[in-house]
């Protein structure tokens, strides 16, 4: 299975690197961190990262580290789970400075409640795949 995945993930990288998506899997995988584009010129931070700013159309952009603490916004749970593990909980989180991003949240649905704080969390699906998740604090 996870050969599969790596098999799928280095396919569908490849297939849309816009230049900005393979960075991100990489800085992901290699700093453990989750990172995005903020553009040097008009300070707007983009998710997911892009090659230029989406903003003011400048053509280059800066990587920023926005690991931390979001804030729960919504969640639901999926009995078919599609990457992880069935059942899985997925919510969307409010990252400061970002917005909201949909994302894997490492709890049971009955411990969740609307705005409680959450921090972020690396979560290695496979050897070439980590992707972004949120766990409660506290
Ligand atoms: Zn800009």
Excluded at 76 to 85: E, G, H, W
Excluded at 87 to 103: F, L, S
């Amino acid at each position: 299975m996870k050969e599969q995945i790596d098999a799928y993930t280095k396919r569908a990288i490849d297939h849309h690197d816009d230049g900005a998506t393979g960075e991100y899997y990489r800085l992901l995988r290699e700093t453990k961190k989750f990172h995005t584009t903020k553009c040097p010129k008009c300070e707007h931070t983009a998710y997911p990262p892009r090659p230029f700013c989406p903003a003011c159309f400048h053509d280059e952009v800066d990587w920023v580290d926005i690991s931390g603490e979001a804030t729960l916004y919504a969640f639901t749970t999926q009995s078919r789970a599609l990457r992880f593990v069935a059942p899985d909980v997925i919510g969307i989180v409010e990252v400061p400075g970002v917005g909201r991003i949909a994302t894997k949240i490492n709890a049971k649905l009955s411990d969740l409640k609307i705005g409680q704080k959450v921090r972020f969390e690396p979560f290695e699906v496979s050897d070439e795949l980590v992707v972004h998740s949120y766990t409660p604090v506290g």
